[in-house]
């Protein structure tokens, strides 16, 4: 069983990709997408949202990383993949998943699955100007507004070159609510004679293995369960128990040091130290009472005493 990490824009960056690889379990990472609209991107905007491109386009515990574009010109994602492939990729991904009405507005994401004939000239496009050795994959939703082009848009990407597709199984209008509705994902899974990767609503060790058996599929995504639990995918794969929170001490230090590390306003570290706290409440009991200590918390020093005074009780 092969287990990918999720593109989780505003979430899952570089930071968390980091820290989460290390506990194990994630045999590859997708980045948060990098918009393309209309001009030809400078490397640095690339190494900003994936810098693993600068170690092999690896994370520091040595998972892949496949770096993520949205767009809906063909030529000129040709051409911003063409340079990002210059900086060595393990993958290219393209979204056609975001349901952000933000990215819909601009004709990104979700919403070019109302048009499989121009997701096909995308993919194409990208895979003609990509060197052969770099893969090109392909991320979508069941559909917009209903699922009704769902195999369409899944073949559109595949014969164009896509050599792998992962399926978030709700459609844009379903948003994040649950459930997802995997038993939709074996008609993509026959339909394409390349992987397809199931994703969505999977939270627990159970819901993993039901979607791996309603969708067939060998390959799964994991986003919010496994920042909710950084010890998901390893207790999916080997049949471990849950991480102690004691483990999860260091990961905490390690967290707070890379964001120090970052160009970010200081108010705005202890918030990313919140979010990631936010999700782990749902898994531990212990992160409500760390979430209680730093929550009116802004400056990081002060942050940084308690992450360090909980890290030695654990």
Not at 46 to 62: C, D, Q
Not at 182 to 210: C, D, K, Q, S, Y
Request: aromatic share 6%; with cysteine.
């Amino acid at each position: 069983m092969k287990i990918l990490l999720a593109p989780m824009e505003g979430l899952l960056d570089f930071v968390l990709r980091d820290v989460l690889t290390r506990v194990g379990g994630i045999d590859m990472c997708v980045t948060e997408f990098i918009r393309v609209s209309g001009s030809l991107l400078p490397n640095k905007t690339f190494l900003r949202i994936a810098p693993e491109l600068l170690n092999g386009s690896k994370t520091v515990a040595g998972v892949p990383v496949s770096v993520q574009l949205l767009g809906s010109d063909p030529v000129c994602m040709g051409e911003n993949a063409a340079r990002l492939a210059e900086l060595g990729p393990y993958e290219i991904d393209l979204n056609f998943g975001c349901p952000a009405k933000s990215v819909n507005r601009h004709r990104g994401g979700a919403v070019l699955l109302q048009e499989p004939e121009l997701i096909h000239e995308i993919v194409g496009a990208v895979r003609r100007a990509v060197p052969l050795h770099i893969p090109v994959t392909a991320k979508m939703r069941l559909g917009y507004n209903d699922s009704s082009q769902t195999i369409e848009c899944a073949q559109a990407m595949a014969s164009a070159g896509a050599a792998r597709v992962v399926v978030h199984a709700r459609t844009k209008l379903d948003g994040y609510k649950p459930p997802a509705y995997w038993e939709l994902i074996p008609a993509v899974r026959e339909a394409l004679a390349v992987p397809v990767v199931a994703n969505g609503e999977i939270w627990t060790v159970e819901e993993f293995h039901r979607c791996a058996a309603v969708s067939g599929c060998d390959q799964i995504m994991l986003g919010r369960g496994i920042v909710s639990n950084p010890g998901l995918a390893l207790m999916a794969k080997n049949g471990q128990q849950q991480l102690p929170w004691a483990d999860l001490q260091p990961l905490f230090i390690c967290f707070w040091q890379l964001i120090q590390a970052q160009h970010i306003m200081p108010k705005h570290r202890a918030g990313r130290m919140k979010q990631w706290l936010t999700y782990l409440r749902r898994t531990y009991p212990e992160a409500e009472a760390l979430f209680a200590q730093v929550r009116t918390l802004t400056e990081p020093d002060d942050v940084a005493a308690v992450l360090l005074g909980s890290s030695l009780e654990g």
